[in-house]
């Protein structure tokens, strides 16, 4: 069950009456009359790619990725109706937030825990909001095989005070992220409950119902494979930590699922139809939006993936008349 607007031509009177009931069924309370209470993975989300992003204080050069900006986070919340986002962290005082190293560093909100508390100052204005999806992606120090850019790595780290993550690292975000959400947050114990794997859980009991989640937060761990499975040490199926993380569909901390192309080789339905909230992106590189393309775009609207996440929530003048929205996105 989706959560949408039924779009319906009626040719008769007697049409009509049963499009009206029909309709008055689907607007019928979760629960009612035996239906299935809607529950998170029936959610459809607007997300966005990089949601702290600015464009760089710097020469640009042609067909650069970079070449794009994000609003604030609340203003994505407020006026653009985003309701995921990714968000780049590194290992650092704070958990500073950018994209690149030296060539790449705006950012709507310097660190994490100022991210989080942008997003959670907006939900509390906002205790009915439909469960907010948040992306963490654990970035690691990059490495060269250039001497020279090595050794402007080394020294931007080292002003920095970045190092690579490490499970005393994985601690303190959790803390952070349990900090900064309090009740509000959804953890993978909630989902889990008495099962012996989080997989077991969404694909035998489902996920929580939307009516129990308004207001609140879930959080995912995306990037490396090294750094969630740092993260996953002695919590194979996430037993006691603050975020779910993006695997495979046959992990058993299954729950949350990253298919960026959206194609059919994703399989995007199928992962959807066992209980898994899925990931596609709408465009990517700023490929699509440059040349107005929205090929790609309708894929991702129309593959099944509950968050759908774009650069262009709304469109940039300097790029041209590219954007994506949901036809029937849940506030």
């Known amino acids: 069950m989706r959560l949408s607007t039924p779009y319906i031509k009626v040719r008769d009177a007697s049409c009509a009456a049963l ?42 050069l042609p067909g650069e990725s970079a070449d794009y900006a994000h609003a604030p ?5 407020s006026e653009q109706g985003v309701r995921s986002f990714e968000l780049d962290a ?12 030296v060539v790449d560093t705006g950012s709507t909100c310097p660190n994490l825990e100022a991210c989080f508390a942008t997003i959670d100052a907006w ?22 095989t250039n001497p020279i850019a090595q050794d402007v790595i080394n020294n ?10 490490d499970a005393a690292a994985f601690d303190r975000l959790d803390a952070l992220v349990r900090r900064s959400f309090g009740d509000s947050l959804i953890t993978p114990d909630d989902v889990r409950g008495k099962r012996r794997t989080l997989r077991a859980a969404i694909v035998r009991d489902g996920w929580p119902t939307i009516a129990k989640s308004r207001g609140k937060v879930l959080v ?13 040490v002695g919590a194979p199926s996430l037993e006691g930590r603050a975020m779910f993380v993006n695997t495979t569909p046959a ?27 899925v990931k596609t992106r709408a465009d990517a590189d700023l490929v699509q939006a440059r040349a107005n393309d929205r090929t790609r775009a309708e894929q991702a609207l129309g593959s099944g993936a509950q968050v759908i996440v774009t650069d262009f ?19």
């Open 220 to 232: 995912t761990l995306i990037g490396a494979q090294a750094e969630r499975d740092l993260y996953r």
């Open 313 to 331: 929530p709304v469109a940039d003048p300097a790029i041209g008349p590219y954007v994506v929205t949901l036809r029937d996105g849940t506030r």
């Open 251 to 277: 992990d058993p901390a299954a729950a949350v699922i990253s298919r960026d192309v959206p194609d059919a080789r994703a399989r995007i339905p199928e992962l959807v139809g066992q209980h898994f909230i």
């Open 123 to 144: 939900s509390d204005d906002h205790p009915k909001h439909v469960p907010l999806i948040l992306y963490v992606e654990a970035k690691p120090v990059p490495l060269s």
């Open 73 to 77: 986070l609340d203003v994505q919340l």
């Open 19 to 60: 499009v009206v009931a029909a309709i008055v069924a689907l607007a019928a309370p979760a629960g009612a009359g035996g239906r299935e209470p809607a529950r998170l993975d029936d959610l459809r989300l607007l997300g966005t790619h990089n949601s702290y992003h600015l464009r760089p204080d710097r020469p640009l």
């Open 90 to 101: 590194f290992n650092g005082p704070d958990f500073p937030v950018f994209h690149s190293l």
């Open 156 to 165: 931007a780290t080292r002003d920095l005070g970045i190092t690579n993550w």
